[in-house]
């Protein structure tokens, strides 16, 4: 799903970078270059990207020496989505997610578009105008409501790191009785559930540190560059944290025929086996691999007693350590 909405939303900001006539037109490594702040792709994907765009949108390609250049013809920017239905109906379904992710000013760069998208479905009086009251996507398990961010901080914090600037915000810690100010060095930003994180280092403090949008306030971007030379990879980072898989594991466990009906269904993994048990009951053994995550620990939590963990040895350890301490809550 990620993937998906990558695509989109590159292309879109692609979309936003050709200019409307009379206007110079932009060339293609121009676009590829500026995309690359904040989508970073091959140059040969920015040029697939135009060519197949090109069919639905109105804008054409004009020659420039060796280069391509591309223009919107006049008057045809604003109304991109009314040319097609389909485009349309997909700016409408990708809005919420776009909103939680893209930087602001991008964001606000396509926000239009979204309105003339809705516009188009209800003057064309298309069949797939309905298509939004008629489908939802639901969560697979328990929502907490989404944290309130401010909107100057989201905006000061992704131009900050799209243009690597230092910005000053006032941070209030859990643990603290105030926010306190600090000046941030913005590293990588992390969407886990509802909940925004930012990786930066704070004031004169060079190991990098979570911090949660949420408790921001009052951010201002200042003139100053972040160290580039700090050594910093942000898939590295928040592996430390469970957030990403530490690996695969091979999972043995016996489960309930409630389970096993479900996973016949829904498999865990594409290596996943379901046989019966040969103790006379109705319970099965499940052999798959999975990726070594707290997530995947979550879902065995949440399968409670009908499940029952014999492998890998330091999730049973695990299983068994929190299963103590929650019946001493309950003695």
């Not at 909103?99 to 760069?109: D, I, S």
């Not at 930012?198 to 921001?216: D, S």
Request: aromatic letters at 10%.
């Amino acid at each position: 799903m990620s993937n998906d909405y990558s695509t989109f939303a590159r292309r879109m900001e692609m979309l936003r970078m050709i200019p409307e006539e009379p206007l110079t037109p932009i060339t293609t490594r121009a676009i590829w270059e500026k995309l690359n702040l904040s989508f970073p792709c091959h140059k040969r994907t920015v040029e697939r990207d135009l060519v197949e765009l090109s069919q639905h949108y109105a804008y054409y390609c004009t020659e420039q020496g060796r280069s391509q250049a591309w223009s919107f013809m006049k008057g045809r920017k604003e109304l991109a989505p009314t040319s097609n239905a389909v485009i349309a109906l997909s700016y409408i379904q990708a809005k919420p997610y776009l909103e939680q992710v893209l930087p602001a000013e991008v964001y606000q760069g396509i926000e239009p578009q979204f309105m003339e998208a809705e516009a188009t479905l209800q003057r064309h009086g298309s069949h797939l105008s309905t298509w939004p009251d008629r489908v939802r996507v639901l969560p697979g398990m328990k929502q907490l409501h989404k944290p309130t961010v401010d909107t100057q901080v989201w905006a000061t914090l992704t131009q900050a790191l799209l243009l690597g600037k230092k910005f000053t915000a006032q941070y209030a810690k859990r643990s603290a009785d105030h926010p306190k100010t600090l000046l941030f060095s913005p590293l990588g930003m992390v969407s886990k559930g509802n909940i925004h994180y930012l990786i930066a280092t704070a004031n004169q403090h060079t190991n990098p540190v979570i911090f949660a949008l949420h408790r921001m306030a009052n951010a201002a971007l200042s003139d100053d560059n972040i160290d580039e030379n700090l050594q910093f990879n942000i898939d590295d980072y928040i592996s430390r944290f469970g957030w990403t898989p530490a690996g695969e594991i091979i999972l043995e466990a016996d489960i309930s025929p409630e389970v096993a009906y479900l996973l016949g269904e829904t498999p865990l993994s594409q290596t996943q086996e379901i046989t019966p048990l040969d103790d006379g009951s109705d319970w099965y053994r499940l052999v798959a691999t999975i990726t070594d995550d707290q997530e995947s620990k979550w879902w065995v939590y949440g399968l409670n007693r009908n499940i029952r963990v014999t492998s890998p040895s330091h999730w049973v350890d695990e299983f068994k350590d929190t299963t103590r301490q929650m019946l001493a809550l309950y003695e």
